[in-house]
């Protein structure tokens, strides 16, 4: 792989990461045009790994506030500690649904689902998700304090359905929180949140794919450029989602999706699969 291809995947990986844009397809889409394709997972979980520690870092302060306030509840039971206590268990579940139904629905993606035809259709129907939550839906003001179990199972349920090329997991999650009430704020941290313990567990059980072939096929010098490449632009996609959200309308995700899908079903062979 070359530098520039490299940087290119880094950018995609990074910019689309956690935007309601489906960043699976992005990189699909991105294989496509260059003709390029990853040797195994390997690439792929190495890249969301650098997303990873964009939003560990970024998040940082709330990450330690729901550890402490987890671990101090069995001790001191305050209501700011039961409230992180609480939604820790929200995260697990969520994470735990996602989980076990992803592997069971593994098998189930089949060629058909790696395709340019899929992949629009599945970009089209994050799009229309996002304007049904948008126009259809009245926002809640619950925050994570309000939450309840029935929550992490809804999201947890949305969150799976990204295991489809083109649906957007960012967009699963977020357009599942704010269905059943949440705040903006609350919906958009949570969405973040889950996201690590989900790809954390993905490069768990490909860990054995983590190997010297990944070194030696893609080559240490674009391995490097892509991982920085991929956290920085991590970084910038969140700081610009947050402030993007605050004053704007997921609406615009929803045309960008549209478009997209009509760019890949005019101009992407239809015959074309890829390995992901």
């Not at 880094?10 to 699976?24: A, N, R």
Request: aromatic share 16%.
């Amino acid at each position: 792989m070359s530098i520039i291809e490299a940087f290119i995947f880094g950018f995609v990986q990074g910019i689309t990461e956690f935007l309601p844009v489906s960043s699976t397809a992005h990189i699909v889409i991105t294989q496509m045009v260059f003709g390029y394709t990853f040797p195994g997972l390997a690439f792929e979980i190495y890249l969301h790994i650098a997303s990873i520690f964009a939003v560990i870092i970024y998040f940082r302060r709330d990450i330690f506030a729901v550890i402490v306030g987890f671990l101090s509840f069995f001790k001191n039971k305050t209501r700011e500690n039961k409230t992180h206590f609480f939604f820790g268990i929200y995260i697990i579940v969520a994470t735990f649904i996602t989980g076990v139904l992803g592997i069971l629905l593994q098998d189930f993606v089949g060629d058909t689902m790696k395709t340019p035809i899929f992949i629009s259709i599945a970009l089209t129907v994050t799009g229309l998700a996002l304007i049904f939550i948008e126009r259809f839906h009245n926002y809640g003001d619950r925050t994570e304090k309000d939450m309840t179990m029935k929550d992490a199972i809804i999201v947890g349920l949305g969150q799976t359905i990204a295991i489809f090329p083109g649906i957007s997991r960012s967009g699963a999650t977020l357009v599942a929180a704010l269905l059943v009430g949440l705040n903006r704020d609350t919906a958009v941290r949570y969405s973040f949140l889950l996201v690590i313990p989900i790809i954390l567990g993905s490069t768990v059980l490909a860990f054995d794919e983590l190997g010297s072939g990944m070194f030696q096929s893609i080559g240490i010098p674009a391995l490097v450029v892509s991982f920085i490449s991929t956290f920085i632009f991590s970084w910038l996609g969140i700081i610009w989602l947050i402030g993007f959200l605050k004053k704007s309308k997921l609406i615009y995700f929803a045309i960008y999706c549209f478009v997209v899908a009509i760019l890949v079903y005019l101009f992407i062979d239809p015959t074309t699969v890829i390995d992901i």
